[in-house]
């Protein structure tokens, strides 16, 4: 079993910014591809970011590239997601999520293993 658990989110103004992390236990963290995803209010669930196992590869979606960053520290087993320049659209709640290592694709829902129970992001306009 693995147990993800999010945190930093919170209120916070156009412009701003926010530090999102994901703390990881009962698994080897180490070697397996992170991501984050968010669900808008009344909307499905879409992907934000992901990095690889060792860190070396990260990937965007394309409303946040530029803005966002996904970081990890395999030895505090935490992925992070830095968010800056922040958009009321990017209210959600934010989930990060363990990669099967058979997923195929980053930006698939059902690519994850495992997800945290989220942190909700609101922005103010």
């Known amino acids: 079993q693995v147990q993800l658990v999010e945190s930093g989110g919170g209120l916070v103004q156009a412009g701003g910014s926010l530090r999102l992390s994901c703390a990881a236990s009962g698994r080897t963290f180490s070697t397996y591809d992170m991501g984050w995803f968010r669900q808008p209010p009344g909307k499905e669930r879409e992907f934000v970011a992901a990095?690889?196992?060792?860190?070396?590869?990260?990937y965007y979606a394309d409303s946040v590239k530029g803005r966002f960053t996904i970081s990890r520290d395999n030895a505090k087993n935490t992925v992070y997601l830095q968010m800056n320049s922040l958009k009321p659209e990017d209210t959600a709640v934010y989930y990060c999520g363990l990669y099967s290592p058979y997923s195929g694709s980053y930006d698939r829902v059902d690519g994850m293993d495992y997800w945290g129970k989220g942190t909700l992001v609101t922005v103010s306009s």
């Open positions: 990095i690889s196992w060792s860190g070396a590869s990260t």
